[in-house]
């Protein structure tokens, strides 16, 4: 029995951390209530539409939208970063005493966030995000130590998820085999990039969908492969909302989000992915290439 699965955090079930370190995932069962995920899809619509009022791709600090054209779907909004700061409901859930006692038997009480992000599958559109590890995103790679054992992802089903709607797929055990550069191609996140895993010498049919009921929470770190999944319905969103965190010491990039265990509220944006963070601090629309890309 895990030390720290108590009557008081029943959604860690036994084994979790165990589960976690040896398949590269673990899924936690209802951890967020039924009122909860409702406030947070009233979060996700309010922010979507807030998206959509951008003609492109948008900043403010570490705020972004991720805007898009689709041939026939039109205008899209495929993500969101650090809405936090504009949206008291999703700020609440990063910091919240049950994050910490997911993470802390995995990387201690001293933690660094460095995702906040908010994922939609808009229906026709064939966004998936790609086959990928997100070691990819932990730039420059000088201030991520001790990646494989520090960083831990983590990802609210604010849907149900299943493979109708696009859940993401995972590939057990890939964590093992370190950073496999797996091939981006032309159509970053739109090709399911199942060719750049069985280049990278893993079998795509090993692939599992990572099915999640409304208020679970699924864990996974920067080396498991993970993404794809297409959305076939014709009107579900297939929400999810993301948070990644890491062993404060272990890095030079974050947001402090738990110190000694206590939480830390959101004061001076951080340096993160955004690298002109300091330089150019005002709303922009940008227009170079890596902010196009969405970064997890
Ligand atoms: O939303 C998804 O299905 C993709 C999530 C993902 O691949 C990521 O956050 O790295």
Redesign the pocket.
Known sequence: MNATATATQPFLHDGYVEEYRERGYTILRGVFTAAEIAALKQAFDRTYAEGMTHRATWRHQNRTFWVSEHPTVGRFVSGCQWQAWADPVLDRVRNDPRMLAILKPLIGEDIKQIIN?M?W?TPGTGY??GL?Q?VRSRTPAHCFRELGTSYV?T?IGIDRHWAGN?A?KLLPFSHTRGNLQIDGGANHHYDTREEGVAKAGLDPAKLIDCELAEGDVALWGPYMI??G?INTTADNYRR?Y?NGYVKAANCDRGQPVFHRGQPVPLTIPALIQYEDLYVRPEPHYPTDKASQLQR?
Request: glycine content about 18%.
């Open positions: 992000q994922h599958k998936n995000w990928h997100d992802q990802a696009g993401m993970h993404g999944g999810l993301i997890d």
